[in-house]
Every structure is written in structure tokens, then in C-alpha cells.
């Protein structure tokens, strides 16, 4: 750059700040009520929208429980869905311990209930067989949103048959040789239901409602990794069976041209 564009420059720069200075505090503060009412009918389309998308969703919840009706229907008929969804899913997973998947097998219905305002809140029923562990046939888990906006939750008292709870479980668990030793566990899945410390992010909770419920076959049919693995390893397994073969057919190659060779060889000394 010329010495004498940098002075134009620098001249120009001084101009907008001279001009900014010049601005009235006065033209300042209209410019900030201008705003300040654009900005309220921003926020009242905003509310509007909010008005109008509830109702949207209201009418649609609507129109899905016929089709949520005939899913759980159609789930009936599979044993251990619901137990297997959620040891596929990878946050739910991480939160059953053995005993945990044990009593979940029991468990024959899921069903999520959106209140009537949806914004309001929501309850996650869970419906059991006879089972050795609890006298409850549901146990439910209700969360609530009062009007000022404070969240809170309440749920089934758990009626654990005896020596049966969960919640209460040792840290300790038998191994096939009679020894104790240490095993690491989550924390009881069971414990969800007994905890409303903070119902305003209620992980469990939410995902339930907003991952699984809307489409629990993706996890149901998610593949089990175990089989997975061994299904690896027979293709392993019989690569290594062709290697062989194909070894073992080279070499049935080397020593036939070594017998054409020593034939040869005879041949010669004959002559």
C-alpha cells in the first residue's frame, strides 16, 4: 500500500468515528424503542406459533392411539420385546444391572401418555405379569409441569416381595465357584421410579418418551453383538480352513513334479 492511500484510509476510518460521535443519544434511544417494539411482535408471532403448533400436535396425538393400540397389539405377540429393546438401547442398557433384565422380563406393555395439553406433561405406564420380585401389575411414572413452570414428578410405590428389592441389592454377587467377589453394577433400573430429585431433566424419562416409544422396533431389531462377533469368527475360521486347503494343494503339487523329477532321474540312470 502507497503512502498516500494509507492516509486516504486513515482519514476515512476518523470520519466514521467523527460521524458516530455525532449520533444524538436522543436518535439512539428512538432507535432502541423501535427495536424494542419490533421485537414484541416477534415475540407475539412467536407465542402464536406456539398456539398453533400445541394444537397441531394435540390433533395428531390423537390420531396416533389407534395405531399406538394396534402396536402394542402386534408386540403382545413377541416374547421379551420390551426387555430386549431396552437392553439394545445404549443409554437404557448402561442402566440394567442382571437382576434388572431378570425382572424385565416380566414386563409385557410400555405405553406413553401425553396429558391433554401436552406441554403439561406426560406419564410412562409399565404393565407386569406375575413375577417374583413385586405384587404391582403396573408401575407407573407421572411428570408434571404446574403453571408457573416448576416441574416435579410422582410414581408407583414398588411392593417388593420379600428379600426381593432391587433398589436394596447387594454390590456383591455370588460367582460359580461359591467365592464373593466384587461386581461392578449399575445402580438399580428400579430405582427410576423412587427418584424426583430433578424431574425437570429426567434422562431415563425423556428418552423413553422421545427415542423408544416413537419407534421401539428400530431397537428390538437392533442386532445382538454377540452373535455378531461369533458369526466373525466362523468366517474366520473358515478362511483359515481354505488357507490350509489351498496350502495342502500346493503342496500336493510340489511333491507330485518332485515324483515326475525322481522318475526322470530314474529313467536316467537305467540308460
Do not use: C
Request: hydrophobic letters at 25%.
Amino acid at each position: 500500500m502507497s503512502a498516500s492511500a494509507a492516509k486516504v484510509s486513515k482519514k476515512e476510518l476518523n470520519s466514521n468515528y467523527d460521524g458516530a460521535d455525532e449520533t444524538s443519544e436522543k436518535e439512539q434511544q428512538e432507535a432502541i424503542e423501535h427495536i424494542d417494539e419490533v421485537q414484541n411482535e416477534i415475540d407475539r408471532l412467536n407465542e402464536q406459533a406456539s398456539e398453533e403448533i400445541l394444537k397441531v400436535e394435540q390433533k395428531y396425538n390423537k390420531l396416533r392411539q389407534p395405531f399406538f393400540q394396534k402396536r402394542s397389539e402386534l408386540i403382545a405377540k413377541i416374547p421379551n420385546f420390551w426387555v430386549t429393546t431396552f437392553v439394545n438401547h445404549p443409554q437404557v442398557s448402561a442402566l440394567l444391572g442382571e437382576e434388572d433384565e431378570e425382572a424385565l422380563h416380566y414386563l409385557t406393555r410400555v405405553e406413553v401418555t401425553e396429558f391433554e395439553d401436552i406441554k403439561s406433561g406426560y406419564r410412562i405406564d409399565f404393565y407386569f405379569e406375575e413375577n417374583p420380585y413385586f405384587e404391582n401389575k403396573v408401575l407407573s411414572k407421572e411428570f408434571h409441569l404446574n403453571e408457573s413452570g416448576d416441574p416435579s414428578s410422582k410414581s408407583t410405590e414398588i411392593k417388593w416381595k420379600s428379600g426381593k428389592d432391587l433398589t436394596k441389592r447387594s454390590s456383591q454377587t455370588q460367582n460359580k465357584a461359591g467365592k464373593k467377589r466384587q461386581h461392578e453394577e449399575p445402580e438399580s433400573f428400579f430405582t427410576w421410579f423412587t427418584d424426583h430429585s430433578d424431574a425437570g431433566a429426567d434422562e431415563l424419562g425423556e428418552v423413553i418418551k422421545d427415542d423408544i416409544w416413537p419407534n421401539p422396533l428400530q431397537y428390538y431389531l437392533v442386532p445382538d453383538m454377540d452373535d455378531e462377533e461369533a458369526e466373525g469368527e466362523d468366517d474366520d475360521d473358515e478362511e483359515g480352513l481354505e488357507d490350509i486347503d489351498e496350502e495342502g494343494d500346493e503342496d500336493d503339487g510340489e511333491e507330485d513334479e518332485d515324483d515326475g523329477d525322481d522318475g526322470e532321474d530314474d529313467e536316467g540312470e537305467d540308460d
